[in-house]
């Protein structure tokens, strides 16, 4: 063999044997960006899209990369999904990274948060494989923290769905009774005055004088003719009978000494065509089809009797049928009864609760902002009332503000099985489910309580634990709560948040707490802290969390803080 020639091979083979041997270099933080960077919580889960730059004649062709993200934090680490990537001469499925070009490629992480993770490292860690041998690179920090402003959402502040009461301290009742005329006479016969209708209108009118707790609102007449003969006859007639009815209603007023009747008001209809149409379409006249469309052709009142006279065959059948029936005065009276008063019904709650129906004692419980008086209220109510679900439902809802979910959950389960088609239930279980973190099963029971005005604040922290974050905006609409408000940071609408917040009734230190997120996210320093100062003040709790929120970095929390 040629000497030269034998040196090239020789040379040739010590360059495969020193490529074969050859470990992939270390990976360094400035091949990767991170965004977020820091990481932010969604939902409850904390996710990072990592980009991968590659540089040219880096990558071995025979080396196999196995990345893994990892969170480490307050002593220990949380692992996402691995992610691998080979040279071009590894046989497998990876993405291939070229050795002379290089290459960027993108390795998504997700962890499931907890609040240790506000402190933390992101890093990578490196398996190399390269035909039989595997060894692992120094891991790289690629990002540091987690915001967790997402994590403020609670579903333990949604108020419950509450079942209402039909309380109404005024319902008002109405007692009629009719006095009949003979055709073309308006006198009032004595047998109208004793008719049994007319008696028990008496009576009422009566009572209610003599009762303090019912107010006559109204007397009022109405007296009619029927619609045959002509238009001049039957207003005449129509005027004299409420003439005559109310002369009779006046003495009988004045007999029976009832001087307080609110007004006494009176009307005529000179012919009772509405009354006619209604009685012949309830009638079984056989020709009842062909006066219905008499009646819709013509308006004109004489021409209608006209045409309908001209029905020989059914004229004889109305007026023995129809007409008596509408030559009346109808006598009526509005009384108002008066229910039991806010201070009464306070009173019989406490004291003697026997002596409320349910609709009362439910209308009780509005009557107090104390959650631990209504809670004694609904218990009565359960006790009194067990077969109203309404009962078991709102004392599971002060049950749920108390956080005695397990008794909650408990008693809005025994109002879904009562409920029948009331949706209440079914929201308030779905609420349970949010605290769970069952968000399916908190998505069903939702769809099952359209329509309750509670749902859409519980929507919005659905939204808000699943990560979507527009959806929980649209959800919460105008609502007045950390959760809307949290929503729409989360969304960058800070004027819109300033407002939810400036707008909530009872503010907490977590709304203060928002509110000096607020000025951080819009450099406004003074109201930062000016509202972290308040939250601390109000949960001392606030200040550790301030501490270690990146929320708040790059500003001087020692006005706040001390």
């Known amino acids: 063999m040629n000497l030269k020639v034998s040196s090239v091979l020789i040379l040739t083979a010590a360059l495969a044997l020193s490529s074969c041997g050859k470990k992939l270099g270390q990976f360094a933080s400035e091949n990767f960006t991170v965004n977020p960077n820091p990481l932010e919580v969604v939902g409850e889960s904390v996710p990072a899209q990592i980009t991968a730059r590659v540089p040219a004649k880096f990558f071995l062709k025979d080396a196999a990369v196995t990345v893994t993200p990892y969170l480490v934090y307050d002593g220990t680490e949380t692992a996402s999904q691995p992610y691998a990537f080979q040279g071009e001469k590894v046989r497998g499925n990876a993405p291939i990274v070229n050795y002379e070009y290089g290459g960027t490629f993108s390795i998504p992480a997700k962890f499931e948060y907890v609040p240790a993770m506000a402190k933390s490292e992101l890093q990578l860690g490196f398996t190399v494989t390269q035909g039989n041998k595997q060894y692992v690179l120094p891991r790289v920090t690629v990002a540091n923290g987690v915001i967790a402003t997402a994590a403020l959402a609670n579903a333990a502040t949604v108020n419950?769905?509450?079942?209402?009461?039909?309380?109404?301290?005024?319902?008002?009742?109405?007692?009629?009774?009719?006095?009949?005329?003979?055709?073309?006479?308006?006198?009032?016969?004595?047998?109208?005055?004793?008719?049994?209708?007319?008696?028990?209108?008496?009576?009422?009118?009566?009572?209610?004088?003599?009762?303090?707790?019912?107010?006559?609102e109204e007397l009022n007449i109405q007296s009619y003719a029927s619609p045959d003969g002509t238009m001049a006859i039957n207003e005449?007639?129509?005027?004299?009978?409420?003439?005559?009815?109310?002369?009779?209603?006046?003495?009988?007023?004045?007999?029976?000494?009832?001087?307080?009747?609110?007004?006494?008001?009176?009307?005529?209809?000179?012919?009772?065509?509405?009354?006619?149409?209604?009685?012949?379409?309830?009638?079984?006249?056989?020709?009842?089809?062909?006066?219905?469309?008499?009646?819709?052709?013509?308006?004109?009142?004489?021409?209608?009797?006209?045409?309908?006279?001209?029905?020989?065959?059914?004229?004889?059948?109305?007026?023995?049928?129809?007409?008596?029936q509408l030559r009346y005065s109808r006598i009526t009276a509005s009384i108002n009864v008066i229910g039991k008063s806010d201070s009464e019904i306070r009173a019989l709650a406490a004291n003697d609760p026997s002596k409320l129906n349910v609709e009362e004692?439910?209308?009780?419980?509005?009557?107090?902002?104390?959650?631990?008086?209504?809670?004694?209220?609904?218990?009565?109510?359960?006790?009194?009332?067990?077969?109203d679900y309404r009962t078991w439902n709102n004392l599971g809802m002060t049950q749920f503000i108390a956080g005695d979910y397990k008794a909650a959950e408990a008693n809005f389960k025994k109002a879904s099985q009562m409920s029948g088609a009331s949706n209440e239930p079914a929201m308030n279980l779905g609420l349970i489910e949010l605290l769970d973190r069952d968000y399916d099963s908190a998505k069903n029971l939702f769809g099952s309580a359209a329509g309750v005005s509670a749902l859409n604040d519980a929507l919005g922290v659905y939204y808000l634990k699943t990560g979507d974050n527009a959806a929980?905006?649209?959800?919460?609409?105008?609502?007045?709560?950390?959760?809307?408000?949290?929503?729409?940071?989360?969304?960058?609408?800070?004027?819109?948040?300033?407002?939810?917040?400036?707008?909530?009734?009872?503010?907490?230190?977590?709304?203060?707490?928002?509110?000096?997120?607020?000025?951080?996210?819009?450099?406004?320093?003074?109201m930062l802290n000016t509202n972290l100062r308040q939250a601390i003040r109000m949960d001392s709790k606030m200040a550790d969390k301030a501490r270690k929120d990146l929320e708040f970095q790059g500003f001087n929390l020692s006005k706040a803080l001390n």
């Open 160 to 216: 419950p769905a509450v079942a209402v009461d039909a309380f109404q301290r005024i319902i008002n009742e109405k007692y009629a009774a009719d006095i009949m005329f003979l055709i073309n006479q308006a006198n009032i016969r004595a047998d109208q005055l004793n008719s049994d209708a007319m008696v028990e209108l008496r009576k009422e009118i009566l009572n209610a004088s003599a009762d303090s707790t019912r107010v006559i």
């Open 472 to 526: 929980a905006v649209r959800a919460f609409a105008d609502s007045k709560s950390n959760n809307a408000a949290l929503s729409q940071i989360l969304n960058k609408d800070y004027s819109k948040a300033k407002q939810t917040l400036a707008g909530i009734s009872t503010p907490d230190a977590t709304t203060y707490y928002l509110m000096a997120v607020l000025g951080a996210r819009t450099n406004n320093e003074s």
């Open 361 to 387: 004692l439910l209308y009780a419980a509005t009557l107090t902002d104390d959650n631990g008086k209504r809670m004694e209220i609904y218990d009565t109510a359960v006790r009194m009332f067990p077969n």
């Open 236 to 324: 005449r007639l129509a005027a004299e009978r409420e003439k005559n009815t109310t002369g009779y209603l006046t003495g009988q007023l004045k007999k029976d000494k009832i001087t307080e009747f609110g007004d006494l008001t009176a009307q005529f209809t000179a012919e009772d065509w509405e009354g006619f149409q209604k009685l012949v379409a309830k009638s079984n006249i056989q020709d009842k089809d062909l006066i219905l469309s008499v009646l819709s052709m013509y308006k004109d009142p004489e021409q209608r009797e006209r045409e309908i006279r001209n029905l020989s065959n059914v004229f004889e059948q109305l007026a023995d049928q129809i007409l008596p």
